[in-house]
């Protein structure tokens, strides 16, 4: 059984920073690319950020430069640090493990900037 576990998020202040992990289980890990994706309230799912199995990674332009998206083969986790974050970060982010046809999905944790 597949499972993508997210952890991290909570509610911080304009300009703070949180390290979202992600763990999985029932894959091999080391064979999946690994994204992150956040959903806004009243808005659709857009993708935050990704890791390939070589290690490169890839960043939407609204967080390029203040998100820093990583893995760790060994311990089958990804990780998202976020810093300097903005009201507009606010959300639910979600990790993704892709490889072929497979695709699957975590349940999600909250993030809020505000003051």
């Known amino acids: 059984q597949v499972q993508l576990v997210e952890s991290g998020g909570g509610l911080v202040h304009p300009g703070g920073s949180l390290r979202l992990s992600c763990a999985a289980s029932?894959?091999?890990?080391?064979?999946?690319?690994m994204g992150w994706y956040r959903q806004a309230p009243g808005q659709q799912r857009e993708w935050i950020a990704t890791?390939?199995?070589?290690?490169?990674?890839a960043y939407a332009g609204a967080v390029k430069g203040r998100f820093t998206v990583s893995r760790n083969n060994a311990e089958n986790t990804a990780y998202l640090q976020m810093n300097n974050l903005k009201p507009e970060d606010t959300g639910v982010y979600y990790c993704?493990?892709?490889?072929?046809?497979?695709?699957?999905w975590g349940q999600g944790t909250q993030v809020t900037v505000s003051s």
């Open positions: 993704n493990a892709q490889y072929g046809i497979n695709d699957y």
């Open positions: 029932g894959i091999i890990f080391g064979a999946f690319t």
């Open positions: 890791i390939f199995t070589g290690n490169t990674p």
